[in-house]
């Protein structure tokens, strides 16, 4: 109720008070419109004695309600007038910006106090910068409406948040954000942790690799070397186990390997063209000797055929550990591996077993790290559990998915369907030649710290009779390549004195500068990662031999990187 206003004079003849009750209707609302309605239209406003001073302690009271509201308000407040000034501030905003505190007045402008606070230092993001630093504060001040933040000089973050009032007027916030930026730094911080450590565990998987690798190569090499010759039939037996838990041990490397590689998202897919139907009948082909030594038959069902885009060495490394797991765990019966249209699009692999299978319930869990179907399953057969679970990564990473279905003694089925483009066959290649029997004299230097891997190559190479020089490190293998020239180069990565890759870099200098031929090099180490290949790459390898190598293997790699070498020089003479 407004009083002490205590009627109207209406501008006609009647000449009477008309109570200004009446018109209120006891609703202060209904007061005021009718109030200015009767201004509006001329009518003279008659006050009782005492009604200025009534209305100013109306006028005190609201505002005293108002800064109480304000003040009780966690988050600082101000309120600036259409020029920049200060009309009104709460306790809290003096107490953020306690060092500017004594320059908050009713009627300055909040830029010369900023421009003082830069002058003092206050602001630690403008020191050095200052003119920008108020243009671009002024800036947001005289256009509010995007938040933005402040570090003060006593450490503390402030939020600003600036609207425009009615008037032209600015009405501000300021929220201490300190704790939340603190937060989100050791959130980082430990995010980052993370990383270093997810880093640490790739780096101590890609040595420890390269530690295993080094001596699986001389297990593997020697006892394919000893292979090629005379063994009687016990003997070879023997061997052929040897080689058989040292290609497993091969093999759960290569697992741990890629499921770092997956893990930390590194693992890239590739596209080209392949004949999907021929490298499953490439893969059933591998472990048909496996099967049929178990009287387990393995059969291949092509019930389409094509040629598709896709990662035919993703591709075949799923289907090999599907064809692997049911090799091992058939012990009677069949296999079946199947190739198709899927009816939703693109293709289906499927590999069903008449093995031990599995329940309902642990047909997703196989799926799962370090999973198998029961605890007893993986003490008799063996295996880390993460082939199947790196078999749906990379499935995924295809586009593709995989399932599994069984039921306990009745053996399991599991699909892998890939959205395949078919595309058309690619012409077959023109027949490679035989290689020759006989092999040109070979004068071959050998760089390698490994004692046993040394001997294992000279061995694999006496079988063509080359002439093997052997170098313990890259600085030893840089000076006998100066001192004397070789037909190719082989060149280890991790060696003490000079590594593979410096060496590398030194041959090719050594070359451009005295004008010598490139002499073709290959690269054998146990650092296989696509990192790697490029690294040796991009320092004048013309090869990578990942180890554990084969005499075959390692033979058919020189041989094919001599022809190109012959071919290289002339296109260049």
């Known amino acids: ?41 001329g ?71 900023l421009r003082i606070g830069v002058a003092r230092g206050d602001y630690p993001q403008a020191i050095g910068r200052e003119e920008e ?119 759960l490397l290569s697992d741990l390997l890629d499921f770092s590689k997956l893990d930390a998202g590194k693992v890239a897919i590739e596209s080209t063209r392949f004949d999907l139907a021929a490298l499953a009948s490439d893969c059933t082909a591998l472990f048909r000797p496996q099967a049929a030594a178990k009287g387990v038959e393995l059969n291949l069902d092509v019930q389409a055929s094509g040629w598709v885009m896709g990662d035919p060495a ?7 550990n599907l064809l692997s797991n049911a090799v091992k765990f058939t012990s009677a019966g069949r296999i079946d591996c199947a190739v198709a249209r899927h009816y939703a699009g693109g293709w289906s692999l499927t590999v069903t077993d008449t093995g031990v299978g599995f329940s309902e319930a642990d047909a997703e869990r196989l799926f799962g790290r370090f999973e198998q179907a029961d605890a007893s399953t993986t003490r008799q057969f063996g295996g880390t559990g993460l082939g199947l679970s790196i078999c749906r ?26 959205p395949l483009a078919t595309v058309e066959a690619q012409a077959a290649p023109a027949p490679e030649p035989q290689a020759p029997e006989e092999y040109p004299p070979l004068r071959v230097l050998l760089v390698d710290d490994n004692a046993t891997n040394r001997k294992v ?47 590398t870099r030194a041959i090719r200098e050594i070359e451009r500068v005295a004008g010598r031929a490139r002499t073709p090099l290959v ?16 320092a004048g390898a013309d090869s990578h031999l990942g180890k554990p190598i084969r005499a075959d293997e390692l033979i058919n790699t020189l041989m094919a990187v001599l022809d190109t070498g012959d071919e290289d020089s002339q296109v260049a003479a």
């Not at 993703?314 to 090999?320: A, E, G, V």
């Open 523 to 538: 690269v054998l180490s146990a650092n296989i990662s696509p990192e790697d290949k490029k690294a040796t790459a991009e």
């Open 133 to 251: 630093w108020l243009s671009e504060r002024l800036a947001l001040l005289k256009n509010p409406g995007v938040r933005h933040q402040q570090r003060l000089a006593n450490g503390r973050w402030i939020m600003i948040e600036e609207r425009l009032t009615h008037d032209g007027g600015v009405i501000g916030l300021r929220v201490d954000i300190t704790e939340l930026k603190a937060q989100a730094q050791a959130l980082e911080e430990a995010l980052e942790e993370a990383k270093a450590a997810n880093r640490a565990k790739s780096d101590f998987l890609a040595n420890m690799s390269h530690e295993i690798r080094t001596p699986l190569n001389g297990v593997i090499g020697l006892a394919d070397v000893l292979a090629r010759t005379r063994l009687d039939a016990d003997q070879r037996d023997l061997l052929k186990t040897l080689t058989a838990s040292a290609g497993d041990l091969n093999n």
């Open 43 to 113: 009518w003279t406003i008659i006050f009782s004695p005492g009604a200025l001073d009534e209305a100013r302690e109306h006028a005190r009271w609201a505002e005293r309600r108002l800064r109480e509201a304000i003040e009780a308000l966690p988050e600082g407040i101000v309120f600036l007038d259409a020029e920049g000034r200060y009309v009104m501030w709460n306790a809290r905003y003096a107490e953020i910006y306690a060092r500017s505190a004594d320059l908050f007045r009713e009627g300055v402008k909040l830029e010369d106090t």
């Open 393 to 418: 990564q990379l499935a995924g990473l295809m586009g593709g998915t995989i399932t599994a279905a069984g039921k306990p003694g009745e053996g399991a089925t599991f699909t892998v369907v890939l």
């Open 457 to 503: 190559v000279e061995l694999m190479l006496s079988q063509i009779g080359a002439q093997t020089t052997a170098c313990e490190n890259g600085q030893e293998g840089v000076t006998a390549f100066n001192r004397e020239a070789f037909d190719i180069i082989l060149m280890d990565l991790q060696m003490p004195v000079m590594d593979g890759l410096s060496a």
């Open 1 to 41: 109720m407004v009083k002490g206003l205590s009627g109207f004079v209406a501008p006609d003849k009647s000449g009477f008070l008309h109570n200004g009750v009446g018109i209120m209707g006891g609703n202060v609302k209904n007061f005021w419109r009718g109030f200015t309605q009767r201004v509006r239209a």
């Open 314 to 320: 993703r591709i075949k490394q799923i289907l090999t």
